[in-house]
């Protein structure tokens, strides 16, 4: 009976690098570590990372559990992952892109809040600009992500302390106001 060994983390990720012909350099970039570091990783000449965020990161851009790497240790407080993170996912899905392809549509600097934002750790921004990007890239009707918008700009005001409920009325009018500004900016 033969014993399957399992994969290094650091052949994992080559592997990976090689596969989707991405240069070392992007992938630092895309989870936030020096090129230096990503070189030592793969060479093996340090230990694969055991920090939940760097493995994380790693995980999102290989469109992987984190759990599949021996170095991950679960946290004990749950992540809770946005609805629009969902959505955002299921429309990488229907393009057919991997993560890495969405990823290369976005300037280098930004590359990273992306990852972040995808694994859960950042939220979707309330830049509509940012987020009309985002949907942009991803051929998300402009109602989908006006809709968002809308919902990631309640969640704000509600953590900052605003009663939405008590105060439909205004935020009514003033979702009402940014629909009809960016109808007329169609025009």
């Not at 994969?7 to 230096?36: Q, W």
């Not at 985002?134 to 704000?156: A, C, F, S």
């Amino acid at each position: 009976m033969k014993q399957i060994i399992p994969e290094k983390s650091s052949e994992k990720v080559a592997k990976f690098l090689k596969k989707n012909s991405l240069h070392k350099r992007d992938f630092a970039e895309m989870i936030g570590v020096t090129l230096s570091y990503v070189y030592n990783l793969i060479d093996e000449t340090v230990p694969f990372s055991t920090r939940g965020t760097t493995i994380e990161r790693i995980a999102t851009v290989m469109d992987i559990n984190p759990e599949e790497f021996a170095e991950y240790r679960i946290p004990q407080e749950p992540i809770l992952v946005d609805e629009s993170v969902e959505i955002l996912r299921d429309y990488i899905k229907e393009n057919n892109l991997s993560v890495v392809n969405f990823l290369k549509s976005f300037p280098r600097k930004k590359r990273i809040d992306i990852v972040d934002v995808l694994r859960g750790a950042l939220p979707v921004p309330t830049d509509y600009k940012e987020l009309k990007l985002i949907g942009k890239t991803l051929n998300m009707p402009q109602d989908e992500i006006y809709t968002m918008w809308e919902n990631r700009m309640k969640q704000v005001l509600e953590s900052s302390g605003m009663n939405v409920y008590s105060n439909s009325g205004l935020i009514n009018s003033m979702f009402e106001c940014a629909r009809k500004y960016l109808s007329e900016q169609k025009n």
